[in-house]
């Protein structure tokens, strides 16, 4: 099987069922992921409790099922955010170049030299754990990606003559920005969005796993991680199936994202029909 | 040459600028009197007053970001607000530590990486391409402090190989590398695929073919070292991510490094020494990011005439 047919494939099976996961955690989940149950705290899996049960006894499974909707909902609206974000100041600074584009790149150039858990940890710092900030960190640390991304396109398909015909029939900036500019992005942009939600998740799993992001008692996998790692000697399953559960949804995305990428990129499927 | 180092030396000075306020304004709208937390909630107020004219924290925000600017440029960063200890001390204690974990880890993950993605372009569309592929997908798509756990709990805990935390011998250092390297392993194998198969598909490997060169001779000698400098350039610009990404891994093995510093600082509210330690990453990340630029122009002269 050939790696683009492989990855397109294990890509759309992995993300749709964890969206459905998501979406049908109420039916789906065999109890509450707040139910307590001291007297077996810790327990290992077994037929009652398939994954096994956290230190206050609340069932592991029924918990990642459930922490599937806060980071898939932090994926997508993060990415929501900052693509909208981004592409609009990089569409606009690739448009009127000049000073709005020197503005927004330094700008932007600015926040490249963050590295990006580091912004994320230090806005986090200023607004206080929760998973509104954690949306508002990953957002400002993510939309430098897609203004770059906007900018190069808008750059070079503004002197194209779809552009140049659109002026001389008095289009607006506006006009020519969201009608002519922006639909030619959405190739690069899709592939883009793709791996954004994946860096997403894996941005919310790390801060929750540092503290600073989903807060008790909410099911989160990078807070059952972060709790796992205390009773690591005596309880691995805490640590091991929340760990799988992000592998298996930002592996499952990033070989959709790189199916995308093949498939969309002229580059790519040159190459392929050249074999 | 010269030309291009004043440019690009010249287009930092806004940034570096522009980082620097950055930091401070981030660090002072956090939430929180330092002084409060220095003294507790039951000192009184004549004692507040008088730390908080010792340290500078009663004069407006604008005079303290004139006066941490100034600082900076002279390398004074400050005190600590909990242990007293210079600021630029702190960090020059902590900051070997984590360049020593990066740079191992990004050893780690070149000797890796390089075989196996030369050895997928080599055999594109192969089995073992899509194998390679995958492994290094799995490698992006395991979060570091995931595996870190883990290897403590295989290689620590149950086979005692190595010790589960702190900075010892040799040995302490197998575990955070490679968690800290796995990803870069990952993307930097993921890159040289891509760039040996461009390579390959180059006229003078055809020239070299038609020529009789060995399939090593035309895979290492020909194609790799052209493929090679993209790589480079990249595992250079992710060795400023390594030393930020090191911050969850010092957490998990309790490594004494800046990033463990960092967050220590950033939840005890400790403003100067958050303040330098975020500086320091993010200055070394712009630094690393000017060497691995002049690095490049002086190998690949089309880059200065761009």
Known sequence: MRY????????????????????????????????????????????????????LGRDILSRIIYGARVSLLVGFVTVFISATVGVA???????????????????SDIFLSFPGILLAIAVMAVRGPGLENVIVALSIMGWTGYARLARGQALSLREREFVLAAEAL??????????????????PLIVEVTFGVASAIVGEAGLSFLGLGAQPPTASWGSMLSEGRSFLLIAPHLTTFPGIAIM?????????????????????KKVIRAV | MKTFLIRRILALVPVVFGVVTLVFFIIHATPGDPVEIMLGETASPADRDTLRKEL?????????????????ATGDLGKSLFTNKGVAESIAERYPATVQLALC????????????????????????????MAVSLLGVSMPSFWIGPLLILVFSINLGWFPVAGRGGIESLVLP??????????????????????????????????????????????????????????????????????????????????????????????????????????????????????VYALVDPRIRYK
């Open chain 2, 105 to 132: 880890s990004m050893a780690l993950a070149i000797i890796i990486a390089i075989p196996l993605g030369v050895l997928a372009a080599a055999r594109k569309n192969s089995a073992i391409d899509t194998g390679a």
């Open chain 1, 248 to 268: 298996l949804v930002v592996m499952g995305i990033n070989f959709l994202g790189d199916s995308l990428r093949t498939a969309l990129d002229p580059k790519s």
């Open chain 2, 177 to 294: 590398s490679i968690t800290l390297g796995t990803a870069m392993a990952a993307i930097l194998s993921r890159l040289t695929r891509s760039t040996m198969i461009e390579a390959l598909d180059e006229d003078y490997i055809v020239t070299a073919r038609a020529k009789g060169a060995s399939s090593m001779t035309i895979l290492f000698r020909h194609a790799l070292s052209n493929a090679i400098l993209p790589v480079v350039t990249v595992a250079g610009l992710q060795m400023g991510a390594l030393l930020a990404g090191a911050i969850i891994t010092e957490t998990i093995f309790a490594w004494p490094g800046i990033g463990r510093l960092t967050l220590q600082a950033i939840t005890a509210r400790d403003y100067p020494l958050a303040q330098g330690c975020v500086l320091t990453i993010s200055l070394s990340y712009v630094f690393v990011n000017l060497a691995v630029d002049i």
């Open chain 1, 89 to 107: 100041l990089g569409a606009v600074a690739g448009y009127f170049g000049g000073r709005i584009d020197e503005v927004i790149m330094r700008i």
């Open chain 1, 4 to 55: 683009s047919s492989f990855s397109f494939f294990i890509g759309v099976t992995l993300t749709t069922g964890f969206v459905l996961v998501a979406l049908l955690a109420p039916f789906i989940a065999p109890y509450s992921p707040y139910e307590q149950d001291f007297y077996n705290g810790l327990a290992g899996p077994g037929a009652l409790h398939l994954l096994g049960q956290d230190s």
């Open chain 1, 170 to 187: 008095g289009a607006g900036p506006l006009r020519i920005i969201f009608l002519h500019l922006l639909p030619n992005i959405a190739a």
């Open chain 2, 56 to 72: 500078g924290l009663d004069r407006p925000l604008v005079v303290q970001y004139i006066t941490f600017i100034g600082a900076v």
